[in-house]
Nanobody, 117 residues
Framework: QVQLVESGGGLVQPGGSLRLSCAAS????????MGWYRQAPGKQRELVAA????????RYADTVKGRFTISRDNAKNTMYLQMNSLKFEDTAVYYC??????????WGQGTQVTVSS
């Protein structure tokens, strides 16, 4: 099972940008799906963005469309989430997730993103 490590979180002012990285211990080339989730205090974990490899598509939560961009670098076995125009409500712990062709999923440990003035 692949291990995932997120990085890039931090404190940012509203309107600012951050880029999260998710480094995998193994190849991500053949993963069925890859995505970023977030969980704010007192709320359920929610999908932010995902890449569905077999469909060659990306999906975004309505709340982040036009502001966030998910991408991957197969050569580096790394997934990214570029977050622009950050808002207070984007504050959460962000987790990366991959699902292989057998349906097995892996989660990272999470990285905190805090949007505050």
């Amino acid at each position: 099972q692949v291990q995932l490590v997120e990085s890039g979180g931090g404190l940012v002012q509203p309107g600012g940008s951050l880029r999260l990285s998710c480094a995998a211990s193994g190849s991500i080339f053949s993963m069925y799906a890859m995505g970023w989730y977030r969980q704010a205090p007192g709320k359920q974990r929610e999908l932010v963005a995902a890449i569905i490899t077999t469909e060659f598509t990306t999906r975004y939560a309505d709340t982040v469309k036009g502001r966030f961009t998910i991408s991957r670098d197969n050569a580096k076995n790394t997934m990214y989430l570029q977050m622009n125009s950050l808002k207070f409500e984007d504050t959460a712990v962000y987790y990366c997730n991959v699902v292989d062709s057998s349906g097995r999923g892996s989660w990272g440990q999470g990285t905190q993103v805090t949007v505050s003035s």
